[in-house]
């Protein structure tokens, strides 16, 4: 099984500087792609779940599943439990064999933030597993999680002293970033990454990857956001890959779901290798 803890995948990506993707899946079509993305490029690779996605399936059915898919890729591959204000679903993810959960507890102000990030990172060692840290909320709604307001600010020895307090393997800074597709081109800190890296020496998570330039990415990998998170980009050419197959299958009448799966597969295939390649993730796997 090539399953790794997400702390050797994002030591090496960022000593090296290189990002390693982090892709939301939804399905087991969905998972699959990634990983044939992954192993076409040799790069490691992160799979995340929402919430909303565990629930979805029930999380022994969806474990199950990724556990099947996993078995036999030469590369490797980390699962990951995104945005989670819920100590039970952390809890219960933890004990299903995730590798590691962002505990999303930036609606709690810091210090109760800081005392319960604590408990989770010390559920997560006793399971072998890591966690993502947030104290500010990244705008934007993403599968149910998250506000369209931009949230409150902390300053940098507010995050520092949080990182440091907690403990967490990977922080996820607001940085000007956010989920979904940008209304307009989006203005970032990337300031605060570098200080951040310098002052900590942890990775970071970059939010809110859908949308940002080649050279945005290029330069916050660079000052070490390690981890890239994927969402909707990949949502979007699953699905719109499914409604141009679909439009093209009732204009023929032609019905067949085989055809429609594999259409969608080669498009994220497509989408989740231009994003591993963009980072530096190609060749990376060990
Ligand atoms: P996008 O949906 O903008 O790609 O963001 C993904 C993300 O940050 C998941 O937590």
Redesign the pocket.
Known sequence: MPVVALKDILDRALAARYGVA?F?IVNDLTIEAVLAAAVAEGSPVIL?T?VKTVRMYGRPQLHDIFRALVRDVPVPVTLHL??CPERSVIADCLRGGWNSV?FDAHELDVAENLRQTTEVVAEARAAGAHVEGEIEG?E?V?DDIGSDEASTLQSLEVAVDFIKTTGVDVF?PAIG??????KSAPKLDHQRVTDLVEATNIPM????????SDDQFRDLIARGCAKV???????ESYMRSGLEHLKEAEEKNKWDPPTLFAFQRDAVVRTAREHIALFGGSGKAW
């Open positions: 982090a939301n995340q929402s995104d945005h962002l990244i934007g993403e996820a970033n956010a989920h979904g597709q940008y998570a970059l939010h809110g990857g859908t949308g940002l998170n994927i969402s909707t980009a990949i949502k």
